[in-house]
């Protein structure tokens, strides 16, 4: 019914009386059930009228997206970059995205298309340099050092290249704005700029962003909702890894996820990343469970490893890398209470060998696994996986995709996995279903 606030006016559909309220037999010809609210009358806007077309009568617009030669990024991207969009690359100081920039556009300029690199921090031979170390610069990469953004949205619409790189966002300055070059203002005004003249000319534009240490995109997130697509490039510095991962992307799938690694002559893709994380691996070592986990849609195993030493301080150390330290509290909290593990008065270690950083739940039970063996000093069966997300009832939960994550645990030569009850079947490894991590723990051996 409708709010007493408003003056809504009921009207009787027989006699054309109306009444403030809804009656159900009317007063005035006093037939029954038929009043009905009278919806106000909409006096539309003064000004032209837009007229919708039958979205059928649209033609297809099958665009084919320009391809960058590296393996990954294209595969990621779903081919390549398309043209007239615009894909934010945003990664941390040093992680290589000028290094993937100037391979991506010299990959474009080696295959069908015209490409120009907008450097606003490097000179002309710091550029050429990299170039050299990467397999030399191709007659079809133009470079422009250049920091005004007017400058370089002319050269764009003078030069048409089916690829433009700015590298970075953050180093062009638009006169006509405020603030300083990085600032807000200045990053979004840029920003809308270049988005202009990739629409007009139909160039695919990379703008290069860096992000902070916690992930912020201190001026590239005011870029997000304006580019079409963004990538975020990943690692730790001390490792090679690299991955690529598209979080927001107009034509096609987000959640893809390259994976590469930075060697001496630029960045390689990794055909085949779980082996790479396993490559070190001492199987029958205390501590050590292996985790079928995903990334984007990608199955990827990784090494989780626990240490526990005794305590060398009062208060004892709890350490993580590539793992999230809230995790770790909780499970050595569920371990305790749920599985008659106790490491209360232990320094314990975690982490995800390889530099990759795992934050999803369907490694709560190889971390468990990893921490119970390495109290035990019980090493885990070096040819199982254990995957499920553990409860604070300590009971073990299904997670999702289980039958990808599975298979690539099998394609890598693994016999056994330790899963959730109603984990579906499908992979040919042998499955050890468990309810609950106390369970889990005894029939591992670990307990
Ligand atoms: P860079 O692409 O400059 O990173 P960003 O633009 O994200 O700041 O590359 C960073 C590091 O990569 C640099 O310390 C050197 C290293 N590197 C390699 O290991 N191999 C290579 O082929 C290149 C070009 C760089
Ligand atoms: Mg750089």
Known sequence: MSSTKTKTVFRCGSCGAESPRWLGRCAACGEWSTLAEQLP????????????????????????????????????????????????????????KSTLVL?????????????????????????????????????????????????????????????????SIQSVTYPDASGGAGSVTQVRECAHHLVRVAKETGTAVVLVGHVTKDGELAGP?????????????????????????????????????GVLEMRCDGLVGVPDPSGLFLADRLPGTAGSVV?????????LLVEVQALVAKAGTPVPRRSVQGLEARRLALLLAVLSRRAAVSVTNADVYASVAGGLRVAEPGVDLALALAIAGAKTGQAFDPETVALGEVGLG????????????????????????VVARRTPDASGLQLVRVGRLAEAVAVTGLG
């Open 41 to 96: 009358e909409f006096r539309g806007v003064d000004g032209p009228v837009s007229d919708p077309v039958p979205l059928s009568s649209i033609p297809l617009d099958h665009i084919t997206p320009i391809p960058t030669g590296v393996g990954e990024l294209d595969r990621a991207l779903g081919g390549g970059l398309v043209p007239g969009s615009v894909t934010l690359l945003g990664g941390e100081p040093g992680i290589g």
């Open 103 to 167: 391979q991506a556009l010299s990959g474009v300029a080696r295959g069908q298309g015209q490409a120009m690199l907008v450097s606003a921090e490097e000179s002309a031979p710091q550029v050429r340099d990299r170039a050299e170390r990467l397999g030399g610069a191709p007659s079809g990469l133009a470079l422009l050092t250049e920091t005004s953004l007017p400058a370089i949205v002319g050269a764009v619409a003078a030069h048409r290249p089916a690829v433009v790189a700015v590298d």
């Open 221 to 257: 997130r005011v870029l997000e909702h304006v580019v079409d697509t963004v990538v975020a490039f990943e690692g730790d510095r001390h490792h090679a890894l690299r991955l690529l991962r598209v979080r927001k992307h107009r034509f096609g799938d987000t959640d893809e996820l």
């Open 291 to 299: 985790a079928p986990v995903l990334e984007g849609m990608r199955p």
């Open 394 to 417: 300590g009971e073990i939960r299904q997670v999702a995709h289980a039958p990808r994550r599975l298979a690539e645990a099998a394609r890598l030569g693994f016999r056994r996995a």
